[in-house]
């Protein structure tokens, strides 16, 4: 991870902050394995879903809330 600060004047400044894919990823994994011993759908056992499936369904959607956690914990 990478954060650099740029000031414009003495109350404005702009914060980059540059996220690599293994600042997050095992974090996402860890939570699509959450989902999938939760799952319950149909042709499946309960909690037995494929973790491809689990990963087409829910992964964009957690991949972007793990980036967010982390990139609000890094500003702080």
């Known amino acids: 991870m990478n954060i650099t600060q740029e000031k ?8 980059k902050i540059e996220v690599s894919e293994e600042d997050y990823q095992q974090k996402v994994d860890k939570e ?5 011993k939760k ?3 149909p042709g499946f056992r309960p909690g037995k879903v ?3 499936v689990v990963k087409k369904m829910y992964g964009k959607a957690l991949m972007v809330d793990e980036i ?6 890094s500003m702080y």
């Open 8 to 15: 414009i004047d003495e109350l404005n400044a702009i914060l």
């Open 32 to 36: 699509l394995k959450d989902h999938q």
């Open 39 to 41: 799952m319950n759908l």
């Open 50 to 52: 494929p973790f491809t």
């Open 68 to 73: 967010n956690k982390v990139v609000i914990d």
